[in-house]
């Protein structure tokens, strides 16, 4: 079966969460979490830190740059992920959707190439 990438689209500005809200949204996101490993389709997954703690190395001249915070500054950052494996995109974008309603913030559902050729 395919590999599905589902990445957490979070807001990098705005005003932020309401005390107690990250709490709910983490265990809403833990119940899909489990849902999925009893559908035996969960393969890897995680929150990240927030994008000021990321290192960015940059090719520059044959050498790499090593360069404090996120490759580029933007409206919005990957703040987790979860790699499922299901039949195909109909089932990934149903996973999907769950993971939406419990982050209550976008996630992109994109297919991994398929290697095994």
């Known amino acids: 079966m395919p590999n599905y990438l589902m ?3 979070e807001p990098s500005t705005g005003p932020g969460l309401a005390p107690g ?28 830190h927030p994008p000021a703690t990321a290192t960015t190395l940059r090719p520059r001249d044959g050498d790499v740059l090593v360069v404090d915070g996120p490759f580029a500054e933007g409206k919005e950052h990957v703040g987790g992920f979860s790699v499922i494996d299901v039949p195909d995109l109909d089932a990934a974008l ?13 996630i992109e559902v994109r297919p991994f190439y398929d290697t095994s050729a």
């Open 21 to 48: 809200q990250l709490e709910q949204i983490m265990k809403d996101v833990d119940v899909v979490h489990r849902e999925m490993h009893d559908a035996g389709i969960w393969v890897f997954g995680g929150g990240l």
């Open 94 to 106: 149903a996973w999907g959707r769950r993971l939406a309603l419990a982050t209550t913030i976008p």
């Open 7 to 9: 990445t957490v689209v």
